[in-house]
């Protein structure tokens, strides 16, 4: 595994970051702020922002009009939060697919709707959208989350197009399983469900179909964060960046 680092300097620059209290988010988050960004760590728990290196803000982005009492003057806005919920169409409740539309979709619309004229005044920005490799394909029993996702991309792409030719270029990155708390509870929740070890979970289920043979790290999507925050990147924007060990190139 590669512990090289981007040259990044983004010294004068503010960073939002949503869901940055665990996971990727935090990940990000120190990255960015390790790069000299002011860095927003926006999250519904409260981010350990003297570790980190940012201000903790916390707020509920399942409502999607928190979004505008948000800092308007961002530089970089990365939408990371979310979460997933398991069930079969027939029996997946609405109210939790509604949800996970709001968090994922249009809670990211909002923040990009927010801080995207500050963006063009300045002529420079980034938008990074975390989704997922379930934004590039499905897998069955998990519609609100390919679906949000799905969405996700899309947004990313018709931002792209209209930011095009001001500075201001807009991405999403797509992993597959990254070792992360949530990813935790998923592991021990589908090594009770199965009677099978924890272990076994990671080998049979979760890299069962990724060419390579291991989960992500959070320290490794910061970085792709990192290196799309960087000048050689001016001409990455609308593309769907698949982190995710060879798992879409079946």
């Known amino acids: 595994m590669s512990n090289q680092v981007v040259a990044l300097d983004l010294t004068g620059r503010t960073a939002l970051v949503t869901g940055a209290a665990s996971g990727i988010g935090r990940a990000i988050a120190t990255r960015l702020a390790t790069a000299g960004a002011d860095v927003l760590l ?89 989704s997922s490799v379930h934004g590039l394909i499905a897998s069955p029993y998990k519609s609100a989350y390919v ?16 930011a095009a030719g001001r500075g201001v270029t807009s991405n999403c990155i797509n992993p597959a399983f990254v070792r992360t708390p949530l990813v935790d509870r998923q592991i021990a929740d589908q090594a009770a469900a199965h009677g099978i070890s924890e272990s076994e979970v990671i080998e049979k289920i979760m890299l069962e179909r990724p060419a390579i043979k291991r989960l992500i790290t959070p320290e490794e999507v910061a970085e792709l964060v990192a290196y799309l925050c960087t000048p050689v990147a001016d001409l990455i924007t609308g593309a769907s960046i698949a982190l995710d060990g060879g798992w879409t190139a079946h």
């Open 42 to 130: 926006v999250d519904v728990h409260e981010a350990d922002a003297e570790q980190i290196g940012g201000r903790a803000v916390v707020a509920d982005l399942a409502d999607p009009d928190v979004a505008d009492t948000l800092r308007a003057e961002v530089d970089v806005l990365i939408n990371n939060a979310g979460l997933q919920v398991v069930a079969p169409v027939h029996e997946f409740p609405p109210e939790r697919f509604a949800y996970l539309q709001r968090l994922m979709v249009e809670t990211p619309f909002r923040l990009a709707r927010r801080v995207l004229p500050h963006m063009y005044e300045r002529g420079w920005g980034r938008i990074i959208n975390i």
């Open 147 to 162: 679906t949000a996702k799905h969405g996700l991309e899309g947004l990313s792409k018709t931002i792209a197009l209209e």
